[in-house]
């Protein structure tokens, strides 16, 4: 077993046609929910975001947060803090928005206010939603409204287009397909965003990304590791590793022989599932 370090790109045509549609509808938006993901605060960030969406105003949304290592994911988010972001976390499973709602109206009476000066009618705040995909944008937005008004789902690229979608008089959002950056130079985020259902399956080794797993686990949750497969020690070909995974959770090949494109798998599934506990990814 080896970790190939096969580069990950992931940019296809449609997340270029987003950004284009994005672009093109700005003028219509008053503010932006910046969606991030809590196991991973700091590679699920869009990098190009400023360029994109300009200076209006901003909140970060973090979701998931019930899945997170909250103590080191709040690390990162007091930084955010310092830097002037507006930062809301959620658990979008059974907390509430009302944060993010008092947040987004106080903006929105701002915004009004200039209007009225300047002669024009208020009108509902007009939010657009974005962020990498699978990181919970939907989700806000069923959240939001109160019910099922848009498809959601635990793989990357369930929203195929952008669309209105009204939660009441005072609020339009807009949803948006998943989105990441034409070049992705840091593999560690990449990796980090293949680990969590940021990047389609399809181009991604598998066996590469539970390596990169192991790995993470084994630096920063190295109990749960133990806990979870036995595995005490970690070297550099994974090979026992896989072995053990494979005899404790019986991923046989015909003959008896370890099935090590099963184990990669189930260690991806595993991860994903949140059978490790709460957990985070990045560190600063
Ligand atoms: N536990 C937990 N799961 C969440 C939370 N938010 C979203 N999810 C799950 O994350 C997955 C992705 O949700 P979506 O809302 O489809 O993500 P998206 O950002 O719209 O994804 P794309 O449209 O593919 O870009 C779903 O399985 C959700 O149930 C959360 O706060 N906590
Ligand atoms: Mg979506």
Same mark, same amino acid.
């Given at each position: 077993? &080896? ?7 992931? @940019? ?32 699920? !960030? ?48 059974? #907390? ?18 200039? =209007?009225?000066? &300047?002669?024009? !009618? ?20 069923? =959240?939001?409204?109160?019910? &099922? ?10 929203? !195929? ?12 959002? %807009?949803?948006?397909?998943?989105? %990441? ?11 980090? %965003?293949?680990? @969590? ?14 390596? @990169? ?14 806990? =979870?497969?036995?595995?005490?020690? %970690? ?38 599932? #949140?059978? @490790? ?5 990045? =560190?600063?």
């Amino acid at each position: 077993m &080896k970790e190939n370090k096969t580069n990950i790109n992931w @940019f296809p045509g449609h997340m270029a046609k987003t950004k284009r549609e994005i672009r093109e509808k700005l003028d219509l938006i008053d503010i932006i929910y910046e969606v991030i993901d809590a196991r991973m605060p700091i590679s699920s !960030k869009i990098v190009d975001l400023d360029e994109l969406v300009m200076d209006k105003p901003r909140i970060l949304v973090v979701t998931k947060y019930d899945l997170c290592d909250q103590k080191k994911t709040d690390i990162i988010l007091e930084q955010y803090k310092n830097m002037n972001y507006s930062v809301v976390a959620l658990d979008l499973m059974n #907390g509430n928005c009302n944060e993010l709602l008092s947040i987004t109206n106080t903006i929105m009476k701002g915004i009004n206010a200039i =209007r009225v000066q &300047k002669g024009m !009618k208020e009108r509902a705040a007009r939010v657009l939603i974005v962020g990498a995909p699978n990181v919970g944008k939907s989700t806000l937005i069923n =959240r939001l409204v109160g019910r &099922k008004s848009v498809n959601v789902g635990n793989t990357p690229g369930v929203t !195929k287009s952008l669309s209105w979608i009204r939660v009441n008089k005072e609020i339009e959002l %807009l949803d948006s397909p998943g989105i %990441l950056w034409p070049k992705m130079e840091d593999q560690e985020v990449a990796h980090t %965003l293949a680990a @969590f259902s940021s990047i389609k399956e399809e181009i991604l080794n598998l066996d590469d990304i539970a390596c @990169f797993i192991l790995k993470k686990l084994f630096e920063y949750y190295p109990d749960k590791l133990e806990e =979870r497969y036995g595995i005490t020690d %970690l070297d550099d070909n994974f090979i026992e590793a896989y072995e053990m995974i494979g005899q404790r959770r019986g991923a046989f090949s015909k003959g008896g022989v370890i099935n090590y494109d099963r184990v990669s798998e189930i260690i991806i599934r595993d991860l994903r599932s #949140g059978y @490790f506990g709460k957990i985070t990814f990045d =560190r600063i």
